[in-house]
């Protein structure tokens, strides 16, 4: 009987709980969206501890010289230290086809070809100086797989999938050797260049070979790198894991350590920045959405004073009339669910893009997408 009354009211009365549906519409999108944001800066907290986006490298004073692998494993050891990825930057010759030429530089057809393992951990692409437009990244596992620059594979008809020949030069006696590799990925993007005249100085040359690969094709004779790149496991402890790998007997002459805490600094920036926006969001929201609809059901209830006294009179007790007017304002309220989790999902979804530096756009669009889609809206 109280349900039907409740319905009964709402349909008769349509244009008033339409401007109610409206207001219940913007303050629970407006919740949702906030306690989305919320929910996103709790994980962030704890998805920017455990990221991998803060390494530091070891690598040679004498620009690009090698140096062996047996002195980066001295520094695995430390028990701050994450990943390793060994890397190794060397021309290459590309055949069959044709590399990018730019102004003033001598045409050959060599790459600037670098050796390394998981290329979503590379600086080059966490930095944001390259992308990765196509495909996939390469892994630790990755064989016989190479990843190319867009302009390289626009110039060529290259696409994912197709396969790339690549080999040494010759040295001396030494026969050049040759390798086919499968393009798994296309990156976009430019880093600073150290030029020299030659074809593979350019980024569009670049290309990323499996480290072990990249060996063979090279005859390297022993594990040598030109750089290896360390994961920490706990970024806020840094300067004291730089400080523990800075005393080990290493080769200090000619080895320097060069640390990244870029996207660490921003992302923790950002969720900070996040946080403080959310907490003066909710208290405007909170204080101004309560008070609006207060004053509104206060005034329309005014005007239902004379339904109140008839009630009264045929015996319905003030509880009763309260439980009425409470049961219209949820079941107009339980009509703006589902807009208002449309609504605050895409508003939130729009926020973090612009908000966010590209950095850590994706990582923090996972986490939204990784948040129960009922917890907030429950919430709200």
């Given at each position: 009987m109280l349900l039907q009354q409740a319905i009964a009211y709402i349909s008769r009365k349509r244009t008033r709980n339409l401007v109610l549906f409206l207001i219940l519409l913007l303050i629970l999108s407006c919740l949702y969206f906030c306690f989305s944001l919320m929910q996103v800066g709790g994980k962030l907290e704890d998805h920017i501890k455990q990221s991998a986006g803060t390494s530091f490298a070891l690598t040679s004073k004498q620009g690009g010289k090698p140096f062996a692998l047996k002195e980066a494993e001295k520094v695995q050891e430390l028990s701050g230290v994450g990943s390793m990825v060994p890397q190794y930057e060397s021309p290459v010759r590309i055949l069959g086809k044709e590399a990018v030429t730019g102004q003033q530089s001598v045409e050959r057809d060599d790459l600037g070809q670098e050796a390394t393992q998981k290329t979503d951990h590379h600086l080059d692409f966490r930095s944001g100086s390259f992308q990765l437009v196509q495909g996939k990244h390469l892994s630790d596992k990755a064989s016989g797989q190479v990843l190319i620059h867009e302009e390289l594979a626009k110039k060529n008809k290259l696409k994912v999938g197709d396969q790339l020949t690549l080999s040494s030069f010759q040295m001396g006696e030494t026969p050049a050797k040759e390798q086919t590799?499968?393009?798994?990925?296309?990156?976009?993007?430019?880093?600073?260049?150290?030029?020299?005249?030659?074809?593979?100085?350019?980024?569009?040359?670049?290309?990323?070979?499996?480290?072990?690969?990249?060996?063979?094709?090279?005859?390297?004779?022993?594990?040598?790198?030109?750089?290896?790149?360390?994961?920490?496991?706990?970024?806020?402890?840094?300067?004291?894991?730089?400080?523990?790998?800075?005393?080990?007997?290493?080769?200090?002459?000619?080895?320097?350590?060069?640390?990244?805490?870029?996207?660490?600094?921003?992302?923790?920036?950002?969720?900070?920045?996040?946080?403080?926006?959310?907490?003066?969001?909710?208290?405007?929201?909170?204080?101004?959405?309560?008070?609006?609809?207060?004053?509104?059901?206060s005034l329309w209830t005014r005007e239902r004073i004379h339904e109140i006294g008839v009630l009264l009179s045929i015996g319905k007790s003030k509880g009763r009339i309260f439980g009425q007017f409470l049961l219209e304002v949820v079941l107009v309220s339980l009509l703006a669910v589902i807009p208002a989790f449309l609504i605050g999902r895409m508003v939130s979804q729009r926020f973090l893009e612009q908000f966010v530096g590209e950095t850590g756009q994706q990582q923090t669009l996972d986490l939204l997408h990784q948040i129960p889609q009922g917890l907030s809206l429950g919430i709200a």
């Amino acid at each position: 009987m109280l349900l039907q009354q409740a319905i009964a009211y709402i349909s008769r009365k349509r244009t008033r709980n339409l401007v109610l549906f409206l207001i219940l519409l913007l303050i629970l999108s407006c919740l949702y969206f906030c306690f989305s944001l919320m929910q996103v800066g709790g994980k962030l907290e704890d998805h920017i501890k455990q990221s991998a986006g803060t390494s530091f490298a070891l690598t040679s004073k004498q620009g690009g010289k090698p140096f062996a692998l047996k002195e980066a494993e001295k520094v695995q050891e430390l028990s701050g230290v994450g990943s390793m990825v060994p890397q190794y930057e060397s021309p290459v010759r590309i055949l069959g086809k044709e590399a990018v030429t730019g102004q003033q530089s001598v045409e050959r057809d060599d790459l600037g070809q670098e050796a390394t393992q998981k290329t979503d951990h590379h600086l080059d692409f966490r930095s944001g100086s390259f992308q990765l437009v196509q495909g996939k990244h390469l892994s630790d596992k990755a064989s016989g797989q190479v990843l190319i620059h867009e302009e390289l594979a626009k110039k060529n008809k290259l696409k994912v999938g197709d396969q790339l020949t690549l080999s040494s030069f010759q040295m001396g006696e030494t026969p050049a050797k040759e390798q086919t590799f499968e393009i798994v990925g296309i990156f976009s993007g430019k880093k600073q260049e150290k030029f020299t005249g030659m074809t593979s100085d350019l980024s569009e040359n670049q290309v990323y070979l499996p480290y072990e690969d990249a060996t063979k094709l090279l005859g390297l004779s022993q594990q040598e790198v030109t750089q290896v790149t360390f994961g920490v496991k706990d970024p806020e402890k840094i300067d004291a894991l730089l400080k523990q790998v800075k005393s080990l007997d290493l080769d200090w002459q000619s080895l320097r350590v060069v640390e990244d805490r870029k996207a660490f600094d921003q992302m923790k920036e950002s969720s900070q920045t996040l946080e403080g926006l959310v907490r003066i969001m909710m208290i405007v929201l909170l204080v101004t959405g309560a008070g609006a609809l207060s004053l509104l059901l206060s005034l329309w209830t005014r005007e239902r004073i004379h339904e109140i006294g008839v009630l009264l009179s045929i015996g319905k007790s003030k509880g009763r009339i309260f439980g009425q007017f409470l049961l219209e304002v949820v079941l107009v309220s339980l009509l703006a669910v589902i807009p208002a989790f449309l609504i605050g999902r895409m508003v939130s979804q729009r926020f973090l893009e612009q908000f966010v530096g590209e950095t850590g756009q994706q990582q923090t669009l996972d986490l939204l997408h990784q948040i129960p889609q009922g917890l907030s809206l429950g919430i709200a």
